[in-house]
């Protein structure tokens, strides 16, 4: 899925805070002084409190329909940085056992797993910023597992690790699969369209002001208070993406205990 605002995926949360304010605040009180220029209207009081109003009650949905974006996007970003961390749990099991598996093919697949996690860092991770995945992580998960899978075992407790061991190379396909799929989960478009909806009722009832200091101050003021809020969202949202966003440190932390094991 293709997110809505994709150019967010590279900038800081500063540049993103400052382009959506100044556009949604340019919009907002722009719009009074252009309309005012082509098009004039009485300064009638009764009409002009009525539309700041409907501008108040407009802003209240849009705050609360923004809460509650807020609030799943957190919640996804919360469960990506559990599965990252799951993953990098996963990892440092499966370097365990084969660690422990007291065979030197098993010892010799170490190392394979290391570059999986490398790859994963170095290669996949910078992917998922646009929700893609890495050819080469691919590759080495299914030598790792058809390597692990073929190791005989020649005694019960290696027949136990090789129990787990297979139980393991699910987990960290499955962790994989999960981290993926995180990427990928963003705000539904259908936030998106209600957001984009409020924001134009609002740029059409400003415009419908008759501009004076007061009453621009006013609708400004309740516009970054709005857009405030919006900016978090599009920070928040995309797990993978952007200055906020989940990082690597877990797996991080795995593969240097598993160098450390060596």
């Not at 697949?109 to 646009?130: F, H, K, N, Q, T």
């Not at 609708?219 to 995309?238: P, R």
Request: some cysteine.
């Amino acid at each position: 899925m293709i997110h809505p605002l994709a150019w967010s995926h590279h900038q800081s949360n500063l540049t993103i805070f400052a382009v959506i304010i100044g556009v949604m605040l340019f919009l907002t009180v722009g719009a009074p002084l252009l309309r005012d220029r082509l098009y004039k209207l009485d300064d009638d009081k009764d009409r002009n409190e009525g539309i700041i109003d409907a501008f108040k009650a407009v802003v209240s949905v849009c705050g609360f329909v923004l809460g509650f974006s807020l609030v799943q996007v957190q919640g996804n970003f919360r469960g990506a940085q559990d599965h990252a961390a799951r993953e990098a749990s996963v990892f440092t099991t499966m370097d365990r056992t084969l660690l422990r598996y007291g065979d030197p093919q098993a010892v010799a697949l170490r190392p394979v797993l290391r570059s999986y996690g490398e790859a994963i860092v170095r290669d996949e991770w910078p992917a998922m910023v646009e929700a893609q995945s890495s050819p080469k992580v691919d590759a080495l998960l299914t030598n790792l597992s058809r390597s692990a899978r073929a190791l005989e075992p020649q005694t019960p407790r290696q027949q136990s690790l090789y129990n787990d061991m297979l139980k393991t190379l699910d987990d960290l396909q499955d962790v994989r699969n999960q981290r993926l799929f995180d990427a990928e989960t963003e705000l539904p478009d259908l936030f998106w369209d209600m957001i984009a909806g409020l924001m134009a009722v609002l740029v059409v009832l400003s415009s419908l002001i008759t501009p004076k200091s007061s009453r621009l101050w006013l609708v400004g003021g309740l516009m970054v208070a709005v857009t405030l809020l919006l900016a978090l969202v599009v920070v928040i949202d995309g797990p993978y993406s952007g200055e906020t966003s989940v990082d690597p440190t877990a797996l991080l932390d795995a593969l240097k205990l598993a160098v450390a094991r060596s």
